[in-house]
Structures are given as structure tokens and as C-alpha cells.
RNA sequence: GCUGGUGUGGCGGAAUCGGCAGACGCACAGGACUUAAAAUCCUGCGAGGUAACACUCGUACCAGUUCAAGUCUGGUCACCAGCACCA
């Protein structure tokens, strides 16, 4: 048989027997929840980043089950999104139809490359059966009053409709990067600022990669400071927000967001509104990112005939309106200290305001002195009445106490993070399950009614209006109130890509559950989930997304966790033998089913592990495959040399307990490109030695089977070994018999090598001090010094400092 | 700019608590087997230096700590990722 024979007939063989299959509840502590993001099936199929991950989890969960461990590996697709809406678009098709068809080619693929799924989980997001627990948890959002439809600003694409902040890069539409616009439109929001605190703090409790940390903590942008009240002078009043309320004193105007409600408010006292009507006009007009783009040229209008009174001194200042203030973050309105803050230094510049410095330690005639600078190296304040002298840290908590008392001031909590625009006016996603009633106003759809399915239709494109294509069916729309049964009409708008993804690793825990999205019990069984690993495209958005939702779930009782992921990976990126990101313009793509047809499986397995550190990005190489099946014959070929023998002879038992604890270890710690070498090392010992018996075989063989599962196993048949070796135990090492009899040591003299010499492991510190200063060489290099100290290190070298 | 990470031969990459830098593999070179090729096996392989040794240099760069630094400390540079007029 050759090796796709004897590929497709143990892949047979593992779904047959539902080999990687458990069950739901499962009692007691050895159970291993391992995951793999979801793909979106596009119609590619499997690539090689694919590869990489799902091979080298995959082995990480052969190693586990080995172990003794219920492992969990399930595999689904999230088919939801506007990938695959767009793909439906291009090809004229229906997504439905799109969308099953690659379905059916990712999992042919998922089974070529012997991945030990179980597949009684498999789950699909525009599955009915799923999206309908999808709604129905928005539905609890909604009555948690987490969920609420509110007119907003927000950024629009001619193309894609509605997006998120998070969809938005450089100010361009993540997906099909066309310029995004700002709209005014009444949207459903989920309300995750409100989480802010514990997403960012909850971090502590995890075991994410640090950039993955990092990434959520930028995100969420969690600022601690405080929220001062402005009087105006002649009546009126604002807030600004602030992180350095030790420079209060330094104020010497004040600015506020254009489109500020307040500037509005005090219309009639402006003495320029034609200006700061003009202003205001030019604002509106540029998206975000225009107004960030322009941040080389600061811009403003000033409000004349207005002052703000600065609370700790009464100081008037005047007040600007200027585009650099963000209405929806802080208060929208600044408190500006030109001597502490670059911004607004700039701004004074060009606009002849005056500069007074409050924290000493730098010269700031030419830039502001910021607080990246000034923080931790006790800097005092200055100019800043009775706290002229404090250190700024202190100075901080203590402005901070004076306006809690004057009763001005608070400490707040502002967060980066908006609230996650829940709406899509596109047709490919799960309909929002609410209705609208003339009289009862928003109502749920009841469960029983549950799913509100995605009616099949035949134009689901945009609309030119920008509204969801549903609403163009009147038969869909039109529907009762659930609550008084008059006329109401259906909501016409969409779940984002993200909601399917937030919560899919729970269903899995209980697949096949009618009566609710998956019971308690089977949820504290598995979750949280022990390895998630997933691109590093998703370590902000799908991530903050999943544990946002899985913590509302965890405070309503249906979660048991408040994290559900315990260690979050993501793998490097596989690019072309050209360095470069394999794509089809480059020409340098490759595809795992030519290289599995050509080489095997196994080999292409072992390759995505060996190829380098699993976490930084690595090149293909042909010649890496080759050699991964050039070692793999070797191993097949040992059986030419086995002798009998059931425990481990003299000459390999090093070796192999050697090979055992490097490679359990390796694999746990993800570094499965030396936990191969350590294979490696352990077939060139073997072949140094010239025979080995089946015992030793039958450790290796078990050692490999997680990267190379189908040789293995035929291998095991071959030589009739029972029980299957996916039965067998996880060989175990002992400590006792990695120490070999003699040891080479190297034997310094004044930090420089003189020679090498093998001395006995159970040789004592003086006994081996005096192997070394008697040893031939050493002892005539010394000849008339004065050995000053000899360090030993126990297993590597001698080092003796002689004068 | 802020935050996090990385920097080691021709290449991918190893190196526990600071202890022989370059494991393992690729590529390359030489040899064995063969009529020949493939496959396989053996040997060599950081740079300079030597007939061969010896010796010298070498983990981005500059300092420091130490008997000993790829590893620790301070500073510089480069690259990657996230955030970025966020108050």
C-alpha cells in the first residue's frame, strides 16, 4: 500500500469507530477543551496557514488523549459575513448554495490531513438550528438592557453598508477598503463599554501570549482620571475629562468638540457664530479620519465672549472649539495646559495663548514638558498655589481630593472601546429577532417563534438607500406585535460577521441541544476552554467580541466562567519560499493537497511542525518536506534492524527517556519544531547503535504518533502491537535514568578551554577538581601558579583561576 | 509618539537557574555502494588563520556587572505587531 492507501484507510478507521468522539458531561479534573478558531469556508479550501495550525493543535490533542485526557477537538464553519456574501455577489449564486458546497471541500480537507475531529460537534453558523440561539441570546442582551436601538453616528461604507469602529482601518472599510463617510442612523447596539473595566482587568486571569494582552488592553484604551465641572462666566456650565489633573494649574484655555450640544446652547453669547458656524460645517463634512489626518495643522475657532473659570483658582480662560476634540470620547471637552501636552502646545502657538508651566524638572520654551516625561522620576509641581512643591504624584491625589470636596470633581474610568454597533443593512446574516409595534414599541420575538430564519430570496444585494435588502419583502416584514397583535413590523436589519463567533466554542459543548444554546452542565464540563488558538487577525475584535458576550452570559448564570479562554495562541504566518505572503499574484502559493498527493500527509504534518518556532512566521520549502519524509522512511526502515526485548536496553535507555521528557515537554509548551529534533536525535542514537528492540520502537513510535498518526498506526499493525496505538499510554520518563555513567566536562583555565575530559557523574566536587588539575594537559599549564578558586559547575565545566 | 515583541552561520532555527554558542534540519562539498542514476550510508561545513595544528574574532551596536553574558543592567539602532489628536 502506498501512503494515501494507508492515510484514507485509517482516517476511515477513526470515523468509523468515532474515535475522537466524548461525550458531553464528563466527571472528574482530566478533560482537555482544545480549539481551533472556526474557518470562514471559502472556496479556496484549506491553505497552508491552515495547515500549520490545525496539524500542530492536532498534534497537541493526539499527545493529551494519549495522556489520559477526555479531549474535546471539535471543527465548524463560520459561514456568516461578508466574505461570503461577496463571493455569492461575484458568482452569481445563492450563499446558501456557496456556502454548502465549501463547507463539504473544507471538511473533505480537514479529514485529508488527519485531523482527529470529532465530528458529531461539527456546527455551522447560518445552520438554523444554531442562529436560532444566536437570536435568542441577543434577545436576553435585549432584555438585560444591554441591547438598545440608538441614532448614532456611524461609519458608513458606500459598499459594505453600516461598520463598526472596529471595521474601520486607516478610515477605510476593512473589507473592501473603500473611504468610509460618517451617517447619522438609528443602529442596535450591545453596550460593552459597560465591561470595560472587567474585560481589561480580567486579562490578569488569563494565559494569552503578551502581544495578545497587549493588543486588548490598546483596544479597550482603559484611562484612569478625572471629571471636573467648568463654570462659564454669566451662567452655564461644562465638563471636561483628564488623566493629569496635576496640571490644573497650568490651564490656559479651554476646548471642545464642534458638534458639542453646548456650543449650541450658548449660541446667542458668541460674538463670531458665523465663523464657528463655518467651522462646525467644514467639521461635519470629513470622516474621522480626515480630522485625524489633519493633525499637523491643528485647527480651532475661538468662541469669543466666552470664558470657562478655572475651579481651584478661578482663572477665566477663554474657550475654542476644535476638531482634535472627539465628542463621543471623555466628555468631549478638554481642559489645555500648553506647557504639559503637545497638542495643545501647538495649538497655543498658533493661536498667541499664553504658556505658564506647572510641573519643574525641563525647558518648555520649545516643546511641552509631557506627562511620558514627568511621571515617576518625582518631578514637583510649580506655579500651582498650595501644592507648589509636591511631588506630581502626590500633587494628583490631592487636586483630585480638593474638587471631590468643592464638589466639582469625580474620578472616572473612560474607555476607548465604543459600544459594539450591533446592525448590518446587508441580507447574508441572522435577522435581528425584534419587532416594532406603533404601540408597544420594541417587542422580542417570542422563543417559540424562534429562529426568525433568513428568508430565501432572489436579490440580496445592497440597497441603493442603504437600507437591509429584508425590508424590500413586504410578506417578511409585515408581521403582529407578539404583545397586542396589532400590525407591526419586523426589524429589517442583520447581525454583524462578529455575533455567530461569539459564543460558537460553547455550542460545541452541547451540539445537538434543542431546549437551550447548551446546558450548564455540559458547558461546566469543558469550559474554560484549556488551548484557543486562532489568527492574529482576531486577537482583538473576535476575541473582545467572544469574552464580551461570554461574560454577559456568565452574569445571567449561563455561563460558568467569566473567561472562557485559559491560554490564547496564535501561529506565525507560512509564506512562499520567496519570503513573501503566499498569494496568487506572487505565484507563490501552495497547496496542501498537491503536497500531501506528492509527499503525505504525515510528512506534510511533521514539516508544519518542524518548519520553525510555531508562533513567528516561516518560510515553505519543498526541501523541508522532503526531509520530513526522508526521516519518516528511516523510521519505517528501523524494522529492518528490531531485535526482541521488552524493556529498554543499556545502550538507548538514555536516549530514549531523554527523548521522552523533551518531547512531552516540548509539545505542551508549543515548541513543536524541537520536540521533532529531539525525534531525530533519538533515530541517529538508533542507528549509531545498530538495533533496537520493540519496546524501544513501541516508545517512539508512540512519541511520533501525534505528528505522524497514520504511519504510525500502520506500522503498529504491521508488527502486531496491541493494544492500537492510540490506546496506549503516553510513554513516561525517568529522572533517575537520564544521568549517563561519565560526562564530559569542559576544563577551563582562566576561562579559556584547555580540554575536555569525561568524568563519572557520581564523581564528588574535589573529586573532580582533582581529575581536572591532574589531567596532563591542566596539570602542566599550571606548573608555577598559584591556583587561586576553582568553580565547578556540576555537568558542564571546570573552570580554575590560576595566577 | 505610546505599548508589546524580535534581532544568533549560506538558510530554517537550537541553547533550563548566566556555564563548552551554532543542537536538529536544509543547502553545499567530498567519499562508499552502483555499469550509471536515484535512493541509502559515511565524513566535512561560523569567519579569519595554518601544510596541519596553534591562535584570533564572532549571537544588531556601545557601555557595565561577573571567574564566566546570546542570556542580566543601562543606552543606541533596525525590523515586526497593536494603538494613535483618546485629553
Redesign the pocket.
Known amino acids: 500500500m502506498n501512503s494515501k492507501e494507508i492515510e484514507k484507510k485509517w482516517q476511515d478507521i477513526w470515523e468509523k469507530e468515532k474515535r475522537f468522539e466524548v461525550p458531553n458531561h464528563v466527571e472528574g479534573k482530566k478533560n482537555a477543551y482544545i480549539l481551533i478558531e472556526f474557518p470562514y469556508p471559502s472556496g479556496r479550501g484549506l491553505h497552508m496557514g491552515h495547515c500549520r495550525s490545525y496539524t500542530a493543535i492536532d498534534a497537541y490533542a493526539r499527545k493529551k488523549r494519549l495522556e489520559g485526557y477526555n479531549v474535546m477537538f471539535p471543527f465548524g464553519t463560520d459561514a456568516y459575513g461578508l466574505e461570503a456574501e461577496r463571493t455569492a455577489i461575484r458568482e452569481h449564486k445563492r450563499p446558501q448554495e456557496i456556502v454548502e458546497r465549501n463547507i463539504k471541500t473544507f471538511q473533505s480537507q480537514v479529514r485529508a490531513i488527519g485531523m482527529s475531529i470529532d465530528w458529531s460537534r461539527t456546527i455551522n453558523t447560518c445552520d438554523p438550528e444554531y442562529y436560532k440561539w444566536t437570536q435568542w441570546q441577543f434577545i436576553q442582551f435585549y432584555k438585560h438592557g444591554l441591547a438598545e436601538k440608538r441614532e448614532m453616528t456611524v461609519n458608513y461604507c458606500p459598499n459594505c453598508g453600516v461598520l463598526a469602529n472596529e471595521e474601520v482601518?486607516d478610515g477605510k472599510c476593512c473589507q473592501c477598503h473603500t473611504e468610509t463617510t460618517q451617517k447619522s442612523k438609528a443602529q442596535w447596539v450591545l453596550k460593552m463599554t459597560e465591561y470595560g473595566e472587567r474585560l481589561a482587568d480580567d486579562l490578569k486571569d488569563t494565559d494569552f501570549m503578551?502581544?495578545i494582552k497587549?493588543?486588548q488592553?490598546?483596544?479597550i484604551?482603559k484611562?484612569e482620571?478625572v471629571e471636573v465641572d467648568f463654570d462659564i462666566v454669566g451662567g452655564g456650565k461644562f465638563s471636561?475629562?483628564?488623566?493629569?489633573i496635576e496640571t490644573i494649574y497650568g490651564i490656559t484655555f479651554m476646548v471642545v468638540?464642534p458638534e458639542s450640544k453646548l456650543v449650541d446652547e450658548l449660541k446667542d453669547r458668541i460674538g463670531n457664530w458665523s465663523e464657528v458656524e463655518a467651522y462646525r460645517k467644514a467639521t461635519a463634512k470629513k470622516s474621522?479620519f480626515d480630522?485625524?489626518e489633519?493633525?499637523k495643522?491643528?485647527?480651532g475657532v475661538k468662541l469669543e465672549g466666552i470664558y470657562a473659570i478655572n475651579p481651584v483658582n478661578g482663572k477665566k480662560v477663554p474657550v475654542y472649539i476644535g476638531?482634535?476634540?472627539?465628542?463621543s470620547?471623555?466628555?468631549?471637552?478638554?481642559?489645555a495646559v500648553p506647557t504639559h501636552?503637545q497638542?495643545d502646545f501647538e495649538f497655543a502657538d498658533k493661536y498667541g495663548i499664553e504658556k505658564i508651566q506647572v510641573i519643574s524638572g525641563a525647558d518648555v520654551s520649545k516643546q511641552a514638558f509631557e506627562k511620558?516625561d514627568y511621571l515617576g522620576k518625582n518631578c514637583t509641581l510649580m506655579n500651582s498655589e498650595e501644592f507648589t512643591g509636591q511631588i506630581v504624584e502626590e500633587a494628583k491625589k490631592n487636586i483630585t481630593e480638593k474638587l471631590v470636596k468643592m464638589g466639582v470633581g469625580r474620578k472616572k474610568l473612560?474607555f476607548?472601546m465604543r459600544d459594539w454597533i450591533f446592525s448590518r443593512q446587508r441580507y447574508w446574516g441572522e435577522p435581528i429577532p425584534m419587532i416594532h409595534c406603533e404601540h408597544c414599541g420594541w417587542v422580542p420575538v417570542p422563543d417559540s417563534e424562534l429562529p426568525v430564519a433568513l428568508p430565501d430570496v432572489e436579490s440580496y444585494e445592497p440597497t441603493k438607500d442603504g437600507e437591509s435588502p429584508l425590508s424590500q419583502i413586504p410578506d417578511w416584514v409585515n408581521t403582529t406585535c407578539p404583545v397586542c397583535h396589532a400590525p407591526a413590523k419586523r426589524e429589517t436589519d442583520t447581525m454583524p460577521g462578529w455575533a455567530g463567533s461569539s459564543w460558537y466554542f460553547m455550542r460545541y459543548c452541547d451540539a445537538r441541544n434543542d431546549k437551550e444554546f447548551a446546558s450548564l452542565d455540559a458547558l461546566k464540563s469543558w469550559l474554560p476552554i484549556d488551548l484557543y488558538n486562532g489568527g492574529?487577525?482576531h486577537?482583538?475584535r473576535h476575541l473582545l467580541y467572544a469574552r464580551f458576550w461570554n461574560k454577559f452570559l456568565y452574569d445571567i448564570d449561563l455561563s460558568p466562567v467569566s473567561e472562557p479562554f485559559k491560554r490564547r495562541i496564535s501561529q506565525g504566518l507560512i509564506l512562499g519560499s520567496d519570503g513573501k505572503k503566499m498569494s496568487k499574484s506572487s505565484g507563490n502559493g501552495v497547496d496542501p493537497l498537491q503536497v500531501i498527493d506528492e509527499y503525505s500527509a504525515d510528512a506534510l504534518r511533521l514539516w508544519m511542525s518542524?518548519?520553525?518556532?510555531y508562533f513567528?512566521?516561516?518560510?515553505w520549502?519543498d526541501?523541508?518536506v522532503?526531509?520530513c519524509q526522508?526521516?519518516l522512511?528511516?523510521v519505517e526502515r528501523l524494522q529492518d534492524i528490531l531485535v526482541d526485548g521488552d524493556t529498554y536496553s543499556k545502550e538507548l535507555s538514555v536516549a530514549i527517556h531523554t527523548a521522552i521528557k523533551k518531547v512531552s515537554q516540548d509539545i505542551d509548551n508549543i515548541?513543536f519544531?524541537?520536540a521533532?529534533?529531539a525525534l531525530?536525535?533519538l533515530v541517529?542514537e538508533i542507528?549509531?547503535v545498530g538495533k533496537l528492540n520493540h519496546a524501544e520502537y513501541r516508545t517512539l513510535l508512540t512519541l511520533l504518533n501525534p505528528f505522524a498518526p497514520h504511519m504510525t498506526e500502520e506500522i503498529w499493525e504491521t508488527q502486531k502491537y496491541s493494544p492500537r496505538i492510540c490506546d496506549v499510554k503516553w510513554p513516561e520518563w525517568d529522572e533517575g535514568k537520564l544521568v549517563k555513567d561519565e560526562?564530559?566536562?569542559?576544563i577551563?583555565i582562566?576561562?579559556?578551554?584547555i580540554t575536555?575530559l569525561n568524568i563519572p557523574t557520581t564523581a564528588s566536587d574535589s573529586e573532580i577538581e582533582n581529575i581536572a588539575k591532574n589531567e596532563e594537559k591542566i596539570a602542566s599549564a599550571l606548573n608555577g601558579k598559584v591556583v587561586v578558586?576553582v568553580?565547578i559547575?556540576k555537568n558542564?565545566?571546570v573552570?580554575i583561576?590560576a595566577k
Open positions: 482601518e503578551e502581544h497587549t493588543s488592553i490598546n483596544w484604551g484611562s482620571g471636561i475629562f483628564t488623566t493629569c468638540a474621522e480630522r485625524s489633519m493633525n495643522d491643528k485647527s476638531d482634535f476634540v472627539i465628542a470620547y471623555g466628555t468631549g471637552a478638554v481642559m501636552d497638542r511620558y473612560n476607548k492574529n487577525e486577537t482583538t518542524f518548519i520553525g518556532d513567528e512566521s516561516a518560510s520549502s526541501d523541508g522532503k526531509s526522508k526521516f522512511s528511516r515548541k519544531n524541537t521533532i529534533s531525530m536525535i541517529n542507528t549509531k560526562i564530559e566536562y569542559a577551563q582562566n576561562n579559556k578551554i575536555r578558586k568553580i559547575i558542564r565545566l573552570n583561576i
